[in-house]
């Protein structure tokens, strides 16, 4: 049996001919002199670099075989490379100075980026930048995002607000005690730490001077940034803020201070930035209050004969670490950055006497684990990258059956309380989150092929050759943006269901929707029956800015597709009639004669006559509110297009709930989906 020499002499690699590897070997046996092997192996180049990936990193990405399909090249992570992509921006405020944000991959903010990119992909003049940071200027300015991104600004400035007690034209005692009450109905479930009840006793300690009562400057300010979070539950926003501002101020005095009443201060402030559209500054007062518990070392679970302290106290520190590492998990997700808190850090033991508390730690660790799989580095092949989202998928099953949530609720337990209502949104956002990436590496997989129709490649519009996996992966994170706005709209609790808390997850829900249906546009009709679901439910919330600011958002992105819609809706017609003007002798080979089409054809194919479109209920409101600048001056010239008078100028300055996009999609499928794909 002949066997292949694992390395030549040189004289034989120089001179191409066979050598048996002996030393020295048969060729150089007469010419010893000459008889040398090299010490290294030769690297080889790299026939062909794969696009996106440099020869370096080929190299130790050789191919790998996949129960999903064809062996899996290092290519695949060209695609996942998108995943990746985060933005930051920079903006100049007068009052706060030059702010510059970053938000990572898995925020609200990067995927809006890559609708930006899908809706203005043939509008664009620069290039798209292969670098991972993009630039989110321009997509925010377009989808109305910029100030929920750098943060709503305080109404009541805190540094002049006066330690004086407060005043009972300010916040009267009934007014506070409504707050208090709103607090422990609602956000009070997941901040168990604080005990309402005593809180209540020191209401009249508001309106008195220091000295008369016995509270302390730290409770203080823990009892009006309880009342303020309160009021946020309600439409006083002015109160909310003022009490928000006085919080803050006696805050100052405690910000080196370790303990444990300053890690909830901490705490319950970076809630309240959240709830009225501060992400980045609760992200920042969450970390403070992370570093001061390892500087108390509340992770370690010291016990009392150390700190002196009653058994009643380190169960309250044990709730306040585990509900601070539940807070800690969820921004950092919902932002993309990192955490600074893992659970194996924790020591101490889960309070099970509180079953939320445990549920919420149960979550936070799902939710890390799903941000590992899909948004660290290094880059996974996609199949790898599903294989492990389906075990995250898995785990979270298993969750929903342990607290009889989701698809598994029974009828006794359907009745909806706060946190309840948090489980939901937190268990599907997770999963939209997770499988949330696949959609975005679909997108680029598509346009991959599609750039290689003049390659030789036959390119049918709307079908792919992508694995079945890959699009259960996209159906995941599809299924659970609509279960997310079902569950709110159909909700048993009204105050739950009002609170600003739920707006994020309906417009994110809303974003993967919208996403979904430009790649798809056969299901865009079906995607805008549960946006126009969630515009709904947000419009019946708590008014405030941050509900405002996503509702805004939502429509414009809204009638920014239907523009979009409309004009590759005219493309295609345009297209049919130019073929109907062209003989048919021209068009095909062997002349066979064929009844040219009519605009009555079209008509048939699902086009509505004038006397069959309904004229919408126009909004108060007027479009140029909501469109950007760059769209009032389109290229596409409305005033011309008159056939049947299909498109007007009334449908553009309709409701965003009244338009009705179906009939562009349903009765023609196949010219429709050749419109989005021309």
């Not at 955490?339 to 101490?348: A, F, P, V």
């Not at 997770?434 to 030789?456: D, M, N, V």
């Amino acid at each position: 049996m002949n066997r292949r020499t694992a390395k030549a002499c040189e004289a034989c690699r120089i001179r191409k001919i066979r050598c048996n590897g002996n030393t020295p070997c048969g060729n150089c046996h007469d010419k010893p002199s000459s008889y040398i092997y090299r010490h290294r192996t030769r690297q080889r180049r790299p026939a062909a670099v794969t696009e996106g990936v440099s020869p370096a990193t080929q190299a130790t990405q050789p191919l790998s075989h996949s129960k999903y399909g064809e062996p899996t090249e290092s290519k695949e992570c060209s695609h996942t490379d998108e995943v990746y992509h985060s933005v930051s921006a920079t903006q100049a405020d007068p009052s706060r100075g030059h702010l510059q944000l970053y938000y990572g991959a898995s925020s609200q903010f990067s995927f809006l980026q890559h609708i930006h990119r899908s809706i203005l992909s043939e509008k664009q003049t620069n290039p798209i930048t292969s670098s991972e940071v993009q630039d989110g200027g321009p997509g925010l300015d377009l989808f109305m995002q910029r100030g929920f991104f750098f943060g709503t600004r305080l109404s009541a400035n805190v540094n002049s607000l006066p330690l004086d007690p407060l005043q009972e034209d300010e916040v009267s005692m009934d007014e506070a005690m409504s707050f208090l009450d709103h607090y422990a109905s609602t956000l009070g479930h997941i901040l168990p730490f604080i005990n309402c009840s005593e809180l209540q006793t020191h209401l009249p300690s508001l309106h008195r001077p220091f000295g008369t009562h016995k509270l302390r400057r730290q409770q203080m300010a823990i009892l009006l940034a309880v009342l303020a979070l309160g009021a946020a539950t309600t439409e006083q926003q002015d109160n909310a803020e003022r009490l928000f501002g006085r919080a803050k101020a006696y805050a100052n005095e405690f910000d080196e201070s370790v303990n444990l009443q300053a890690i909830q201060l901490s705490l319950i402030l970076g809630m309240y930035h959240v709830c009225v559209g501060r992400p980045t500054s609760g992200y920042l007062h969450v970390g403070t209050a992370c570093r001061k518990a390892f500087a108390m070392g509340l992770h370690k679970d010291i016990p009392n004969s150390i700190i002196a302290e009653t058994p009643p106290f380190q169960q309250q520190c044990r709730i306040t670490m585990w509900c601070l590492y539940f807070h800690e998990c969820w921004q950092s997700l919902s932002l993309g950055r990192d955490c600074s808190i893992q659970k194996s850090d924790i020591r101490c033991p889960l309070p099970l006497d509180n079953p939320v508390i445990c549920a919420l730690a149960d979550l936070a660790s799902l939710m890390t684990q799903s941000a590992q799989i899909v948004y660290e580095r290094p880059l996974k092949a996609l199949p790898d990258m599903y294989e492990d989202a389906k075990s995250s998928l898995a785990d979270l099953h298993q969750f929903a059956e342990q607290y009889s949530i989701a698809s598994t609720r029974k009828g006794e337990s359907s009745k909806d309380d706060i946190a309840s209502v948090v489980l939901h949104n937190l268990y599907y956002h997770t999963i939209l989150l997770t499988f949330r990436p696949f959609l975005i590496a679909k997108a680029a997989r598509q346009a991959h092929i599609e750039s290689k129709q003049g390659e030789g490649r036959t390119f049918v519009p709307g079908v792919t050759d992508d694995e079945m996996w890959l699009r259960q992966a996209c159906r995941h994170a599809v299924d659970a943006a609509q279960d997310q706005i079902s569950f709110l709209c159909n909700s048993t609790s009204e105050a739950c269901k009002r609170l600003r808390y739920n707006c994020f997850f309906i417009e994110s829900s809303c974003a993967v929707l919208f996403y979904d249906g430009l790649q798809h546009p056969y299901k865009l009709s079906h995607n805008l029956e549960y946006i126009r679901a969630g515009l709904k439910c947000m419009s019946e919330m708590i008014p405030g800015e941050s509900v405002t600011s996503a509702m805004m958002s939502v429509q414009q992105i809204l009638l920014i597709i239907e523009r979009k819609a409309l004009d590759l809706t005219r493309s295609s017609l345009q297209v049919m009639h130019r073929e109907d003007s062209e003989t048919i002798s021209t068009r095909r080979d062997d002349h066979v004669t064929e009844p040219s089409r009519t605009d009555s054809t079209v008509i048939e194919y699902g086009v509505p006559t004038p006397s069959s479109v309904t004229a919408p209920t126009t909004h108060v409101r007027e479009t140029s509110e909501l469109l950007d600048h760059n769209f009032t001056n389109s290229d596409f010239n409305y005033d011309t297009f008159t056939t049947a008078d299909l498109f007007t100028a009334d449908l553009f300055t309709t409701d965003v709930f009244t338009t009705d996009l179906s009939h562009f999609f349903s009765a023609a499928p196949d010219e429709a989906e050749k419109a989005w794909q021309y």
